[in-house]
T-cell receptor, first 111, second 115 residues
Framework: KQEVTQIPAALSVPEGENLVLNCSFTDSAIYNLQWFRQDPGKGLTSLLLIQSSQREQTSGRLNASLDKSSGRSTLYIAASQPGDSATYLC??????????FGKGTRLSVIA | DTGVSQDPRHKITKRGQNVTFRCDPISEHNRLYWYRQTLGQGPEFLTY????????KSRLLSDRFSAERPKGSFSTLEIQRTEQGDSAMYLC?????????????FGPGTRLTVL
């Protein structure tokens, strides 16, 4: 059974810092991995999707990497801004199946 | 393309009542998913459809829960005889098996409070 863990559970950084969020999964036979952002009381916004054949994806200040063999993904946020404050969720699709989510990392960027 | 929409956004009900939620997926998306999220947790899978066929149901989906997608477009999730433990955010997502990687797009959710 696939399990997804996100570390740290919460993170507070000053504005302008670069930061890394971590995601690990127990079964390396994945189809894809998605990173989402969730604002309080809201739905999920898809940030990046990495297919199993890819090693990284970039969108603006965000860069996500995938290492299937070690069961890890990282989300790198460059030059953080207060508007980046949200919960970031990692989710794994193990083969064209419903997503298995981690519990998320709650990020606060302090101005 | 208007994105995934859900209705209502909020629902307050008394224990024992029935509730029904609606989800309208992105047009042309053939897959539709329902997830449930409680405070401080990631979303948990409930069920999903490919076109009008319900392909998988989680063990979380008790007999009091039923979902339909009658014409392969919108879907409804009904909870009968609600319990306080049903209080959660109910999220709907859609995807296209024709697109790269089966990327899922989520709606704003329906927050259910059972008193």
């Amino acid at each position: 059974k696939q399990e997804v863990t996100q570390i740290p559970a919460a993170l507070s950084v000053p504005e302008g810092e670069n930061l890394v969020l971590n995601c690990s999964f127990t079964d390396s036979a994945i189809y894809n991995l998605q990173w989402f952002r969730q604002d309080p009381g809201k739905g999920l916004t898809s940030l990046l999707l990495i297919q199993s054949s890819q090693r990284e994806q970039t969108s603006g200040r965000l860069n996500a990497s995938l290492d299937k063999s070690s069961g890890r993904s990282t989300l790198y946020i460059a030059a953080s801004q207060p508007g980046d404050s949200a919960t970031y969720l990692c989710a794994v699709d193990s083969g064209n199946t419903p997503l298995v989510f981690g519990k998320g990392t709650r990020l606060s960027v302090i101005a | 393309d208007t994105g995934v929409s859900q209705d209502p956004r909020h629902k307050i009900t008394k224990r024992g009542q029935n509730v029904t939620f609606r989800c309208d997926p992105i047009s042309e998306h053939n897959r539709l998913y329902w997830y449930r999220q409680t405070l401080g947790q990631g979303p948990e899978f409930l069920t999903y459809f490919q076109n009008e066929a319900q392909l998988e149901k989680s063990r979380l989906l008790s007999d009091r829960f039923s979902a339909e997608r009658p014409k392969g477009s919108f879907s409804t999730l009904e909870i009968q005889r609600t319990e306080q433990g049903d209080s959660a955010m109910y999220l709907c997502a859609s995807s296209s098996t024709m697109g790269p990687g089966n990327e899922q797009f989520f709606g704003p959710g329906t927050r259910l409070t059972v008193l």
